[in-house]
């Protein structure tokens, strides 16, 4: 399918929006259960310690409120939403993303992670509500529509949300929203159709950002 960036995404705004708010809330208490003993864990994500993990993830967050800052001018869109992923696999340095997220590790350093994540959840959520559809949202991999941008959050929040509860030892659940608007980007990054064995949609998010094996050579899409 080709992904222009003036082409519909087929999850509207509204939908993204509700995703993201089932997700963000329900990963409030996960998040106010971390002690500061629980930041040295080891995760599944190479050489990030849950420490690594909560800035990453929190600030992964924080870029909607960044991005839509009166510091960014909108600009017209230059990607779409299967665009963003394309680009990171092609562009992005994984030493990078772990230097940003030390970086904003450091900058809350001291602070309870619970009330950078309130503060950063409600900022974050105040901005989506308030922009149109189509605001320019500038990342470093191309300016996304809104409607677009908005997907690549829920499936951040909700694969590094699994993430978090495997770290801690919880059940590794998220909202079924969310569930649904990350299955349906990865479906769509996906070449073909979904193999054997991978039907139900948590146990795809799974093996599609390689977080368990899978004997689909096509498997992971990203990581």
Request: net charge negative; proline share 6%.
């Amino acid at each position: 399918m080709l992904d222009l960036p003036t082409r519909s995404c087929p999850v509207d705004l509204d939908r993204s929006i509700r995703a993201l708010v089932t997700e963000l809330d329900a990963l409030d208490a996960v998040i106010a259960s971390v002690s500061a003993a629980d930041l040295a864990r080891p995760t599944r994500c190479t050489d990030w310690s849950l420490e690594l993990l909560l800035a990453h993830l929190v600030r992964g967050v924080d870029r909607l409120r960044a991005y839509l800052s009166e510091g960014f001018p909108d600009e017209p869109a230059s990607i779409g939403w299967l665009s963003y992923w394309t680009t990171i696999a092609v562009v992005a340095d994984s030493a990078s993303i772990t230097e940003r997220a030390q970086t904003f590790a450091s900058q809350v350093n001291n602070r309870a992670v619970g009330k950078v994540w309130q503060d950063v959840h409600s900022r974050a959520l105040e901005v989506v509500h308030a922009a149109p559809a189509d605001r320019g949202v500038p990342t470093p991999f191309g300016v996304l529509r809104l409607d677009h941008y908005l997907p690549t959050r829920v499936l951040e929040v909700t694969v590094h949300g699994l993430d978090l509860r495997h770290a801690l030892g919880l059940e590794e659940v998220a909202t079924p929203e969310a569930v649904a608007v990350t299955a349906l980007t990865l479906d769509n990054l996906l070449p073909g159709d979904r193999a054997p064995g991978h039907e139900d949609d948590m146990k795809f998010i799974l093996a599609a950002t390689g977080r368990i094996p899978s004997d689909d050579s096509r498997l992971p899409l990203i990581s």
